[in-house]
C-alpha cells in the first residue's frame, strides 16, 4: 500500500507564496507521474501540473509562469511552488501519484488535499 501525504496549505494574500509538499511511502518502486490537481466550491477537479519521472512538466494555463512543479527521487516527494496566488486559486490541492508497485504492476494513488485560501 502507498500513503501520499500532503502539506504546505494555508491562508495568503493575494500576490503571496505558498509551496505544497506531497511525500509517498509504502512500497514503491518508483513514481512515474506526480501530479497537483486543485478543486473549488461547485467546480470540478482540474489538473494544475503535472512532473514525470524523466522530469517533463506540464501546466494549466491559469498557472504558467506563476507555479512551479517539481520532485526529489530520492524522497518520493513532489513540490509545488505557487508565486503571485490570486483570489481564484483558492480550492483544496490535491496529490496524485502514478506509482510503480514493482517493475510491471503501477497504481494511482490520491492524498488527503490541502486547502489553499488566497485572500483579496
Given at each position: 500500500q502507498v500513503q501520499l501525504v500532503e502539506s504546505g496549505g494555508g491562508l495568503?494574500?493575494?500576490g503571496g507564496s505558498l509551496r505544497l509538499s506531497c511525500t509517498a511511502s509504502?512500497?514503491?518502486f518508483r513514481i512515474h507521474r506526480m501530479g497537483w490537481y486543485r478543486q473549488a466550491p461547485g467546480k470540478q477537479r482540474e489538473l494544475v501540473a503535472a512532473v514525470y519521472s524523466g522530469g517533463d512538466t506540464n501546466y494549466a494555463d491559469s498557472v504558467k509562469g506563476r507555479f512551479t512543479i517539481s520532485r526529489d527521487n530520492a524522497e518520493n516527494t513532489g513540490?509545488?511552488?505557487m508565486n503571485s496566488l490570486k483570489p481564484e486559486d483558492?480550492?483544496?490541492y490535491y496529490c496524485k501519484a502514478n506509482v510503480g508497485l514493482t517493475l510491471l504492476k503501477s497504481s494511482e494513488y490520491w492524498g488527503q488535499g490541502?486547502?489553499?485560501t488566497v485572500s483579496s
Open positions: 495568503v494574500q493575494a509504502g512500497s514503491i513540490y509545488l511552488q483558492t480550492a483544496v490541502t486547502q489553499v
